[in-house]
Structure formats: C-alpha cells, structure tokens
C-alpha cells in the first residue's frame, strides 16, 4: 500500500511596493492560485511579489516579517484576489 505525503502547510507573503503594504495569506498547501493572481498584477504593471515566509500563524508570520522588512499589513486578499 503507498505510504500518504504529508504537504506541510505555509504562509505567503504578499507585498506591494507601490503602497508600502503586505499581506499574510494562509495557511495553505499550494500557492499556485496567488501565484497567478501576482503575476496578473504585474502585467498590469503592479509592484507586487510573493515570498513563502515561516511561522506558527497568520499572527506569528507577520511579526516574522516585520523583523527584516518594513510595510503596513493590510487584510488578506486586499493586495491580490483570487
């Protein structure tokens, strides 16, 4: 019998250098959806990226964040929709 793969869940981080804010989004298993939400927003000439980023909760992965980076968090979704 095949042995299950455990997919650990993240969190991404999605930032906007035109606003100087990012979102936590997560967790999730699968970026690919905000992947392309980026990308469409680049073509539309947006200054957004995604980064995976680490920690226990949305909370957690934030005050990570803040620690190298600087920006106001908005709500999740609010940078890119899915």
């Not at 969190?11 to 804010?21: F, P, Q, S, V």
Request: charged share 25%; with cysteine.
């Amino acid at each position: 019998m095949p042995r299950e793969r455990y997919i650990k869940s993240f969190y991404l981080i999605i930032t906007d250098k035109d606003n100087g804010t990012f979102s936590v989004e997560g967790p999730m298993t699968d970026d690919r959806l905000w992947n392309h939400a980026v990308v469409v927003a680049q073509k539309l000439g947006r200054q957004v990226r995604c980064s995976t980023a680490s920690g226990f909760s949305a909370e957690d992965t934030a005050r990570n964040w803040l620690q190298g980076y600087s920006g106001k968090q908005v709500l999740p979704g609010e940078i890119v929709h899915l």
